[in-house]
């Protein structure tokens, strides 16, 4: 039986698994955080449920520990060790036979999701519009330069509620504007499934922009659609990664005094479809690409008026 460090646990799991980048990026954030508790000479053998326990208290928010980590945050990290002792007790990689990560997490307070409100979605509306024109009379680049490409973003992930990883692995090829649809491929998808999305009428000519953009920009079809260096004159990168499309939320909710993110407009968009009188949960599973309906529940939150009306038809004796 061998008995490796966790840097080594962890490139042996990766190999093993053939993880994604993001979820080898998910495991080694697990392993930082551990070795920066523990210190960069632990070894997985040398940790027992006890410490992981009292790691665990010192790290999570509390009244005590205003500024440690919420319980989602543990619970990531405690799952993800847990799946690398796994597996490095079942290959004797840990000389170890009991995990101590197993049943260590924690309950996760459940809050509404966070949506995008219609004044917020109003101004964003008018901030990427204001942009367009400026530029168009202009000719110069605005603070959300270019305006029309990120407008053409936004309104995509009103529309569609794609997940971000999606939008950036949308190739030119994935649009069909006759049958107005996307595909995602599975290597963006968190399900690791191929979806169509349907284009809403709404989005139909921000679409159709961006294809006629690429069109002209001389675009492959393997190439990536949303990609914002090919029309920019700031960015000069080869594809447009996350940290680009972040940035540009993060400038964006700047302007409009509240949050946006790609995220959000997802939540927004399941907690309409689940709040519409004729919902329908299965078209809204595959709307958003949940693989169990039980996310999709999550997006029900009756309103306090609908719960009233609910009170107020019972029957009096």
């Known amino acids: 039986m061998n008995d490796v460090s966790f840097m080594e646990l962890l490139s042996r799991y990766c190999a093993d698994t053939h993880l994604k980048p993001k979820s080898v990026d998910s495991y080694t954030s697990a392993v930082r955080a551990l070795r920066r508790h523990f210190g960069k000479e632990i070894y997985p053998s040398m940790l027992c449920r006890e410490r992981v326990c009292a790691w665990r208290k010192s790290i999570l928010r509390s009244k005590e520990n ?7 945050s543990w619970n990531n990290y405690a799952r993800h060790l ?32 966070k949506v995008i409100k219609p004044l ?9 519009d204001v942009c367009r024109r400026f530029e168009e009379a202009q000719d110069d680049p605005s603070k959300v330069h270019p305006a029309w490409f990120w407008e ?13 990883n999606q939008l950036l692995h949308v190739k030119a090829k994935d649009v069909d504007l006759k049958r107005m649809i996307i595909i995602t491929s599975a290597e963006g998808s968190k399900t ?16 159709a922009r961006m294809m006629l953009a690429a069109h002209r920009a001389g675009f492959k079809r393997e190439d990536q659609l949303f990609n914002v260096n090919r029309f920019s004159r700031r960015h000069r990168r080869g594809e ?16 409009c005094g509240a949050r946006v993110t790609p995220h959000r407009f997802r939540h927004t968009l399941g907690t309409e479809l689940m709040e519409h009188p004729d919902r329908n949960l299965r078209v809204t599973q595959m709307i958003l690409d949940h693989t169990s309906i039980r996310t999709t529940m999550e997006y029900i939150h009756p309103s306090v008026d609908s719960m009233r ?7 009096s004796f």
């Open 309 to 315: 009306q609910a009170l107020n038809q019972r029957r």
């Open 66 to 72: 205003p500024k440690g980590i919420v319980e989602v």
């Open 240 to 255: 447009t990664d996350i940290n680009q499309i972040e940035h540009f939320f993060k400038k964006l909710s700047a302007f």
């Open 82 to 113: 847990a799946a690398l002792y796994n597996f490095g007790i079942k290959y004797q990689l840990v000389m170890m036979s009991e995990n101590p990560f197993n049943k260590v997490r924690v309950r996760e307070p459940r809050k509404p999701k």
């Open 192 to 207: 690791n499934s191929e979806s169509v999305v349907p284009i809403a009428d709404g989005l139909y000519p921000f679409i």
């Open 152 to 164: 053409v973003v936004v309104e995509t992930f009103y529309y569609t509620g794609i997940r971000l």
């Open 120 to 128: 917020t979605m109003r101004y964003v509306r008018e901030v990427m």
